[in-house]
């Protein structure tokens, strides 16, 4: 199984270029979401979907970008990146109403932006 | 000088003793206490939950206890082993109306030390 693949796994990016990180999903779920992780500061939300056309944002969500066109596909877009972006990106999904707290997460996609 | 947060409280345990990694919440409205592990290089892994009705729930060698008068969580590993190094987090699942909103700590290493 697949699960949750993000793409690409490094890039490096100037300041001002834009970008977009891909996040399929192959677990037919509704939910899926992004996060950013930095050093000692654990995972922080950006964006979330509950479902095809519909997304909401998270605790960080300016400078970014999301649509959900898909159930399986939740790209996140960098419209003019910045060096404050520079993380290590992570997508999540799980089932929408899950009666559990777990999250499928992607292997990350690190972002260095000079 | 040092800034706050770029290193993680790390917890150092013999090969063979039982670990217990500590946790406040913030959150008295949260559905889920959720457990991941993340490995070196990898997205985190879902390891146990929590509903916020219920006090304990024991997993294979985990056992995850909930304190709700003082906000408190921890998460007892038995018999740590090498492959048990990683860093944990807990975090909140609160789904009001229905929509997931899941929140990070900022983690905490585990060094088994063999």
């Known amino acids: 199984n697949a699960g949750v693949t993000q793409t690409p796994k490094f890039q490096v990016l100037k300041t001002g270029q834009s970008m977009t990180l891909q996040c399929a999903q192959d677990?037919?779920?509704?939910?899926m979401s992004w996060y950013r992780q930095d050093p000692g500061m654990g995972l922080r939300l950006i964006h979330y979907?509950?479902?095809?056309?519909?997304?909401d944002q998270g605790e960080v969500p300016n400078g970014y970008n999301v649509s959900r066109s898909t159930t399986e596909d939740f790209p996140l877009r960098l419209l003019s990146a910045a060096p404050s972006q520079t993380s290590v990106y992570f997508c999540?999904?799980?089932?929408?109403?899950?009666?559990?707290?777990?999250?499928?997460f992607g292997e990350g996609s690190r972002l260095t932006v000079l | 000088g040092e800034s706050v947060g770029l290193h993680l409280p790390t917890l150092s345990v013999q090969e063979g003793d039982n670990s217990i990694i500590n946790c406040a919440y913030s959150?008295?409205?949260?559905?889920?206490f959720i457990w991941y592990k993340q490995e070196s290089g990898k997205g985190p892994q879902f390891i146990i939950d929590?509903?916020?009705?219920?006090d304990k729930r024991q997993g294979q060698r985990v056992t995850v206890l909930l304190n709700k008068t003082v906000k408190h969580l921890s998460l007892q590993i038995a018999a740590t082993q090498p492959g048990d190094s990683a860093v944990y987090f807990c975090?909140?699942?609160?789904?009001?109306?229905?929509?997931?909103?899941?929140?990070f700590g900022t983690g905490t290493k585990l060094q088994v030390i063999p």
């Open positions: 979907s509950v479902g095809a056309g519909i997304t």
């Open positions: 999540a999904s799980s089932y929408y109403l899950l009666d559990t707290g777990e999250l499928f």
């Open positions: 975090a909140e699942n609160h789904q009001p109306g229905g929509y997931q909103k899941v929140t």
């Open positions: 677990m037919n779920h509704e939910y």
């Open positions: 929590i509903r916020s009705n219920m």
């Open positions: 959150n008295s409205a949260s559905d889920y």
